[in-house]
């Protein structure tokens, strides 16, 4: 038999882009909304996922390759791309994918809403009593509000707000001359207003640009488009490195709160990435407005429908369940739910017993993880609660538990993250309450991002001190505990207690690296042990031993992790890898990576947890935490990953990797050439969706 021979592990083609892959990922959700066996207000849901999927790619990614093709022009990535390659494909592939969203809400979705009775009419077509109710809504509600902005030589082209929906009018007037006037469509208004007795929603905008009459009495002639700017993100504003150069070679206290408030100064006015207008805009005006914006005609993306599908998912249809999926409702973890509320010593002492694993959302946060930090806020025996703080919801319950634990004299730590991107501002302010509530407060190390998800409570106990941890995936919010895919264990394990002592007083502390000894903390030991791991499984193959790698994550970039498990895949060890999103590591190539697996599950919770799992020679060890395996996750970010030790919690995480490689409906498996293709039941298959096994057999 012939053998293959092994393809160069370093050669550009055996990667693929990485904002290449991101789109592919687009495109499996895109997938979900044209899905037909889908409830249809779900398929309304992921339209509008889409179109925030699309703003964020161009505020972050186009963003990022617009900078660096000014700093950076010839430079090429590990994928062999340049800026320029990179943009040009990407804004293809955006483009493309733009217009099959237009088209499948036009053409599909939109009709299948009228067919269930909620209408989406065009004002055009709506009757004399609808327009006289909309009209008197724009006199009363609207009209007070708006701020025409004209442009000629007494007055310069407006600044145009990031993902402001804009109006361009043109009024014609009595002597004959046109004049240009922008009309910002105001946010604190709904952009679907619902028409009574239920007869439909219409778009803001259309009652605007209908009623403009009552703005410019005067005018002849009245002409509207609709445009919309992109403004970018920086690809990686907060490198905190940046501060030496910023502030000289000390360091002034609280600098990363000054950078912070600078960088959001700097997202109002960054420069315009993508201009969106709709397809009947007027050349000439286009031109003209290109010309205004000082942005070249490339990055103008002409619209079929509405702009902004992301605000579909402010579309507020009361009822009609029958048009949504069943509601979710999370059980409480089996161990905990005979557990009074009040109970603390009760709670603790279930603790102790064995390591308690937590899947959300299936398991019930409010119960579990939440519960945890309201024990420790009223129990007297709890001496100290420190916590990590990425993001957390509006109305946080955990934030009113430290505020309840720091009033009743307990010590309250919390390490806030206030360069979380898109939410510095709310972060900056929960930190501040909770200083006035008496907590000590940490806004994150200097020249690394923390993502730890790490809570720890300190205990007086008959025996002595004792550390109770909360180690996962996921932040401690309880909106997106309902919403997305993530675990984290429950464990007063003593070497975790250790090092998570440890962690905790390097990151408010200040202090050195700290000796980990269970924990994988990046950017310290991660990246050592993962690839010591990975090469543990490419010798024991060699050695004839049993072998193999399965891990759950989000993304997967970072080349030197990539290029190890292209060496494992040489020396045979059988690897299968379910990443959610981006994944620049090509999969079942001959000679590079044939025993390579990759799929993506996607489907109505996000999937957000990370499980690694290596074979051990039969041994099998199980990782769970916050990293992915990106080269900004391990080297430029605050991570950790656990070790697990508990037979229980392995055996349950090994069953939650079989369902999800069983998955038959909302996987989607790589090719070798990086396109996905969805998997289907085979005719003598049953149906298998994870999230739907996990909601019903998790307990």
Not at 348 to 369: C, G, M, T
Request: hydrophobic share 40%; glycine share 6%; charged share 25%.
């Amino acid at each position: 038999m012939d053998t293959v021979p092994l393809l160069d592990v370093d050669a550009p083609n055996a990667y693929i882009n990485r904002e290449l892959s991101w789109l592919a990922f687009a495109r499996r959700v895109l997938e979900i909304a044209e899905d037909e066996t889908q409830p249809l207000l779900e398929r309304i849901k992921f339209a509008g996922i889409m179109g925030m999927i699309f703003d964020e790619f161009v505020m972050k990614r186009l963003g990022g390759l617009h900078e660096k093709l000014k700093k950076q022009p010839g430079s090429a990535g590990y994928d062999g791309l340049r800026p320029c390659e990179e943009l040009e494909l990407c804004r293809d592939e955006l483009q493309r994918q733009a217009g099959i969203l237009s088209n499948l809400f036009e053409d599909v979705l939109r009709p299948a809403l009228t067919r269930e009775g909620i209408f989406l009419p065009a004002y055009e077509s709506l009757g004399s009593e609808d327009k006289e109710f909309l009209q008197k809504y724009f006199e009363e509600s609207v009209l007070p509000i708006l701020t025409p902005l004209a442009v000629d030589a007494a007055h310069p082209f407006p600044f145009i707000s990031n993902l402001s929906l804009n109006l361009a009018v043109v009024i014609t007037k009595a002597d004959g001359r046109n004049r240009f006037v922008r009309l910002k469509v105001p946010a604190n208004r709904k952009r679907w207003v619902a028409l009574p007795e239920n007869r439909g929603f219409v778009r803001l905008e259309e009652i605007i640009a209908n009623n403009l009459h009552l703005l410019f009495p005067r005018a002849t002639s009245i002409a509207t488009s609709c445009f919309r700017v992109t403004r970018g993100a920086k690809d990686n504003p907060w490198d905190r490195a940046r501060l030496d150069d910023q502030v000289g070679e000390e360091l002034v206290p609280g600098s990363i709160i000054g950078m912070v408030t600078a960088e959001l100064n700097y997202r109002k006015f960054a420069g315009i990435v993508n201009l969106e207008v709709d397809e009947s805009f007027p050349d000439e005006l286009l031109a003209w407005l290109v010309e205004q914006l000082a942005i070249d005609s490339s990055q103008v993306m002409k619209i079929r429908g509405m702009l902004s599908y992301g605000d579909l998912l402010e579309l507020k249809v009361e009822g009609r369940s029958e048009l949504r999926d069943m509601p979710h409702i999370p059980v409480q973890h089996f161990r905990l739910k005979k557990i009074h509320p009040l109970d603390s010593d009760t709670f603790f002492a279930e603790i102790k017993k064995n390591d308690i694993l937590i899947h959300l959302p299936y398991h019930d946060f409010d119960s579990s993880v939440l519960r945890l930090l309201q024990h420790a806020a009223i129990d007297p025996k709890v001496l100290a609660i420190k916590l990590t703080i990425y993001r957390t919801s509006s109305q946080s319950p955990i934030i009113k538990a430290l505020m309840e634990a720091s009033a009743r004299g307990k010590q309250v730590a919390v390490l806030v993250e206030i360069t979380a991107r898109f939410d510095e501002e709310p972060n900056i302010a929960w930190g501040k309450k909770l200083e006035q509530g008496g907590a000590h407060v940490v806004y994150g190390v200097e020249r690394l991002k923390t993502h730890v998800k790490l809570a720890m409570v300190v205990r007086e106990e008959s025996g002595g001190i004792q550390r109770y941890v909360h180690i996962g995936t996921g932040n401690y919010h309880t909106g997106t505990a309902r919403l997305y895919g993530d675990l984290g264990i429950i464990s007063c394990n003593q070497q975790l207690g250790e090092d998570a002592s440890r962690l905790f007083n390097e990151l408010t502390g200040a202090l050195a690296a700290q000796e980990y000894n269970l924990l994988l903390v990046a950017p310290h030991n991660m990246r050592e042990r993962f690839t010591a791991l990975i090469r543990q499984e490419a010798e024991n193959a060699k050695a004839g031993k049993t072998s193999g790698i399965r891990a759950k994550l989000n993304q997967l970039q970072d080349r030197g992790i990539i290029r190890e498990l292209y060496l494992a895949s040489q020396a045979g060890v059988p690897i299968s890898l379910n990443v959610r999103g981006l994944c620049s590591l090509r999969a079942g190539v001959p000679g590079l990576s044939e025993t390579i697996r990759v799929f993506s599950i996607l489907g109505r919770f996000l999937e957000h947890s990370r499980i690694y799992r290596f074979e051990n020679a039969g041994d099998p060890q199980f990782l769970l935490g916050s990293a992915d395996w990106m080269k900004r996750n391990l080297d430029r970010r605050m991570e950790t990953i656990v070790p697990v030790s508990s037979p229980g919690i392995k055996a349950e995480l090994e069953e939650i990797l079989s369902v999800y490689e069983r998955d038959n409906t909302f996987s989607w498996d790589m090719l070798p050439d990086g396109r996905y293709v969805r998997r289907k039941p085979a005719v003598d298959e049953e149906p298998l969706t994870a999230q739907k096994h996990f909601a019903l057999f998790t307990r």
